[in-house]
């Protein structure tokens, strides 16, 4: 599976909304799981397939502006087609063992990726930070053996993502459904940073002047993660109060050499929350990759929804603060969460 678990519970989420939309689509049982992801070349992915693929392509717009296609085995789609526009099985039969995609199945498979586009849709728009929107725009049939890999049709040469399904309709077995992208379009490529900002470290006055011992000073730091430094201050000041030692990162910044094995490493996060969330989220996703359950990750922000909070939660923070807030209320929540070090 994917190294990305963000990424991973998108698709999972979408295994099941295909299944549930084919199967009210089509009137017949269907069956889809998520079996693999995995990031691989345009040549790498037609050289796995032999027989013909009918290849939908879709415009996606929204966070990330792009493209992206769904593949599936001429002769699913030959069965997909037939199956919806209710083809007697004789018929359907000959048709799929012919594999004759005439322009009465094609359209009936058309209407299959409208379903499958519409819960791309869905299950980027209640799951991800970056919310994209899925629209089909034509449908081909592809011999993969002819596919150009130099060219920048169906898609270009380079790295992409591909996500693999597996369907079972009635209990029976079909090939993978194949989805690619490019990478940018899921986040898993750096972008550029707009508010840069670099980590340092803020020394607490009282313990300027008393050297410390890395054992002690790795008991005593906390990261604290904001989109600008203006946005630090109350809970730098309280990281003092309490006796810990704050630095202050981007959420553009490379987190690992806090994490665990890093050669700063932290007692515990705190996010600096934006306004819609969406930086936040995304940094905090970042954090938890690094992180995982080795510390406390807190996230501080104003305007709560229950649906932002959840999300929170499910990417990993184990705390709200709400602000604005009391420096004695942040201090509560570092005491809670990190234990107290003054003193």
Excluded at 217 to 244: M, P, Q, S, W, Y
Aim: proline share 6%.
């Amino acid at each position: 599976m994917s190294d990305n678990a963000h990424i991973t519970a998108i698709f999972e989420a979408l295994a099941e909304k295909l299944a549930s939309g084919l199967t009210d689509l089509l009137g017949c049982e269907m069956e889809v799981s998520l079996i693999s992801e995995r990031r691989v070349s345009k040549s790498d992915f037609f050289a796995s397939f032999r027989k013909k693929l009918v290849m939908a392509n879709m415009d996606v717009s929204g966070s990330r502006d792009g493209k992206m296609q769904c593949f599936c085995q001429l002769k699913d789609a030959v069965l997909l087609g037939g199956t919806l526009i209710m083809l007697p099985p004789a018929e359907l039969e000959k048709q799929v063992r012919k594999e004759e995609f005439s322009e009465d199945e094609a359209d009936a498979y058309g209407e299959i990726v409208n379903i499958v586009s519409g819960e791309l849709c869905q299950a980027f728009d209640e799951m991800a930070v970056d919310k994209l929107h899925f629209k089909k725009t034509d449908i081909e049939v592809v011999l993969p053996a002819k596919v150009n890999i130099d060219a920048q049709d169906p898609f270009p040469p380079g790295e992409i993502y591909q996500v693999s399904f597996n369907l079972t309709l009635e209990g029976q077995q079909l090939q993978t459904m194949e989805m690619v992208f490019p990478p940018r379009l899921l986040g898993l490529e750096s972008e550029e940073v707009h508010i840069p900002v670099e980590p340092e470290v803020v020394m607490p006055v009282e313990q300027a002047s008393t050297p410390e011992t890395s054992e002690n000073v790795t008991e005593c730091r906390v990261l604290v993660i904001a989109g600008r430094k203006e946005d630090v201050h109350d809970l730098t000041d309280a990281c003092i109060a309490e006796g810990f030692v704050p630095q202050i990162a981007g959420y553009q910044a490379d987190f690992q050499p806090f994490g665990p094995s890093g050669a700063t490493p932290v007692k515990g996060v705190v996010f600096t929350m934006d306004d819609t969330k969406e930086l936040g989220l995304a940094a905090i996703i970042k954090a938890k990759a690094v992180f995982g359950g080795s510390v406390p990750l807190i996230a501080a922000g104003g305007q709560w929804t229950r649906s932002q909070v959840l999300q929170a939660v499910k990417y990993g923070v184990c705390d709200i603060v709400v602000m604005p807030t009391s420096p004695d209320d942040i201090r509560e929540k570092l005491r809670q969460n990190m234990g107290e070090k003054k003193g």
